[in-house]
Antibody
Framework: QVQLVQSGAEVKKPGASVKVSCKAS????????IHWVRQAPGQGLVWMGQ????????NYAQNVQGRLTVTRDTSTTTVYMELSSLRSEDTAVYYC????????????WGQGTLVTVSA | QSALTQPPSASGSPGQSVTISCTGT?????????VSWYQQYPGKAPKLMIY???KRPSGVPDRFSGSKSANTASLTVSGLQAEDEADYYC??????????FGTGTKVTVL
C-alpha cells in the first residue's frame, strides 16, 4: 500500500535550517511528483513547492523562494525538504503529499512534521 | 500568488446541502480545470475529495460534487451528515508548476 512516512518533530532557533524527510513506499517512486504543504497553528494550508523525482526538477512558491530546497534520493525513495533562515512564522506542520497525476490531486499524504522555531 | 478566497464558515442541518465557494483569478481557477478540494479534520492530514473540478476519487461519497464557473469553483455537500463537519480547502493549479490553496472553510453540521 502507498505510504509516505515523515521524520519526527523538530525544534530550531531563528536563523537555523531544518531538513524534513518523506520516505515513500508502495508505488513506483519516480512516477509521481511530491508536493510540500505547510500549516501554521490554527491557520490554513499553504503550498510550498514540488519535485519531480524522475528528473529531480523542483519549483517553489514565491514566498519561500531562495529559502526552500526540495531534493530526492532515488536509492532510498526519500524526498527531503530543507528550509533555511528560519523565522518564528515558519512554525508549522509540514506535510509531504503525492500528486496523483491530475495536477494537484494529492491522493496520499504524510503524517505531518511539526517544526517549531523558537529562541 | 494570493490565496484563493473561501468563506470562513458554512453550516447546515443534517440532510441539507451546503455549498462552499472558492474564488480565484484568471491566472489560476479561471485558466485551468485543475481545481481540487480537500477535507481536513483537526490534527489530521487533508483528504482529497474532488479533483479536476468535478471528479471524485474512489471511495468518496457521491454526496460530494464540484463545479466551476469563470474564476469561481464550488464544492457542494448534499445530504449533510455529522461526519462532514470538518475544514475544507480548495486548491488550484496556477501555471508554471505552481499551485495555490484557498483560505479554508469550516463546515458545521447543526
Amino acid at each position: 500500500q502507498v505510504q509516505l512516512v515523515q521524520s519526527g518533530a523538530e525544534v530550531k532557533k531563528p536563523g537555523a535550517s531544518v531538513k524534513v524527510s518523506c520516505k515513500a513506499s508502495g508505488y513506483s517512486f519516480t512516477d509521481y511528483f511530491i508536493h510540500w504543504v505547510r500549516q501554521a497553528p490554527g491557520q490554513g494550508l499553504v503550498w510550498m513547492g514540488q519535485i519531480n523525482p524522475s528528473s529531480d526538477f523542483s519549483n517553489y512558491a514565491q514566498n519561500v523562494q531562495g529559502r526552500l530546497t526540495v531534493t530526492r534520493d532515488t536509492s532510498t525513495t526519500t524526498v527531503y525538504m530543507e528550509l533555511s533562515s528560519l523565522r518564528s512564522e515558519d512554525t508549522a506542520v509540514y506535510y509531504c503529499a503525492r500528486d496523483g497525476k491530475h495536477y494537484g490531486d494529492s491522493d496520499f499524504w504524510g503524517q505531518g512534521t511539526l517544526v517549531t522555531v523558537s529562541a | 500568488q494570493s490565496a484563493l478566497t473561501q468563506p470562513p464558515s458554512a453550516s447546515g442541518s443534517p440532510g441539507q446541502s451546503v455549498t462552499i465557494s472558492c474564488t480565484g483569478t484568471s491566472s489560476d481557477v479561471g485558466s485551468y480545470n485543475y481545481v481540487s478540494w480537500y477535507q481536513q479534520y483537526p490534527g489530521k492530514a487533508p483528504k482529497l475529495m474532488i479533483y479536476e473540478v468535478n471528479k471524485r476519487p474512489s471511495g468518496v461519497p457521491d454526496r460530494f460534487s464540484g463545479s466551476k464557473s469563470a474564476n469561481t469553483a464550488s464544492l457542494t455537500v448534499s445530504g449533510l451528515q455529522a461526519e462532514d463537519e470538518a475544514d475544507y480547502y480548495c486548491n488550484s493549479y496556477a501555471g508554471n508548476g505552481n499551485y495555490v490553496f484557498g483560505t479554508g472553510t469550516k463546515v458545521t453540521v447543526l
